[in-house]
């Protein structure tokens, strides 16, 4: 091992290929980016508008690889209004990178996500009606279902992320409900973020704390963009996966698909 003294007290210490820092109270590994999945949704919205298949959900999911990002997550809703069931069965065989199914835990939805076996489920607490997640889980009240869920997905080897706010005690009964990570909703961070951003990302970077010290993997998304990721990856290096639709479409329609997809992976060194 060889240990580098670095500025303001800090260690970095290579061992193989891992790479840590040391910083007298935190230690974290940097031998990994943070993860950029693409939420192809809005792909599917288009494409659901006038009928058809076009955009092509699939071939938008491994340009999306092709281009750079390390993951593709679909939220398959009950009313199919944009990815639907068929998609998800469609997209399973064909991707090469990290598969992450995100949705409410219902008969359909389990027994959907048990056939194609993702790299990862995020479960999220929403109502069928629900535009977007706009909530994390009360992980103490539903403790039991998760716990029940949880163990469902991991017995068929897939990896179980629970979507919360940063309520430390949210994560902790996450913890307890034996997730292998939490997605912490990053709303709130995305709106205060032009205010202040430093006030805002407080929250967050406690909240990401404690799910270190529960032992869980770390997750983040929710009007996460160009603007904001930047920040919120400095400020809480550890974080595993981001995983970003709605904004990234958006800047698509500016800047092409390539180059945007580009220009977030830049925004996570």
């Known amino acids: 091992m ?3 003294v670095c500025y303001n007290e800090c260690f970095q210490s290579f061992l193989s290929d891992n790479v840590f820092i040391i910083t007298g109270k ?3 590994f940097l031998n990994d980016m943070t993860k950029l999945s693409v939420n192809i949704n809005k792909i599917a919205t288009v494409r659901n508008a006038r009928g058809g298949n076009n955009p092509d959900v699939v071939k938008v999911a491994l340009d999306c690889e092709r281009f750079g990002a390390e993951g593709i997550t679909v939220h398959p809703r009950p009313d199919e209004r944009h990815i639907r069931y068929a998609d ?11 598969f992450n199914i995100e949705g409410y835990p219902q008969k359909s939805f389990i027994d959907l996500v048990k056939s194609v076996k993702p790299t990862q489920v995020t479960l999220v607490p929403d109502g069928p009606d629900q535009i977007t997640s706009n909530a994390g ?3 103490k009240r539903n403790l039991d279902f998760l716990t029940e869920v949880v163990s469902e997905f991991k017995g068929a080897g897939i990896r179980a992320s629970i979507f919360v706010g940063t309520e ?3 994560i902790e009964y996450a913890a ?4 292998d990570r939490v997605e912490l909703y990053t709303e709130p961070y995305a709106t205060l973020y032009p205010a202040g951003a430093a006030k805002a990302v407080a929250p967050f ?6 799910a270190r010290q529960c032992g869980l ?8 963009s160009l603007e904001n990721l930047a920040y919120l990856k400095q400020q809480i290096p550890w974080m595993d996966e981001v995983s970003i639709g709605h904004a990234l479409v958006c800047d698509a329609l500016y800047l092409g698909l390539k180059k945007t997809i580009e220009e977030y992976k830049n925004c996570l060194k």
């Open 2 to 4: 060889t240990i580098f």
């Open 26 to 28: 935190d230690t974290y």
């Open 88 to 98: 998800v069965v469609a997209l399973k065989p064909v991707l090469t990178t990290e």
């Open 137 to 139: 889980w009360d992980t």
């Open 168 to 170: 430390a005690e949210m």
């Open 176 to 179: 307890k409900a034996g997730a």
């Open 205 to 210: 970077v406690e909240a990401a704390k404690v």
């Open 217 to 224: 993997g770390l997750n983040a998304g929710h009007d996460l």
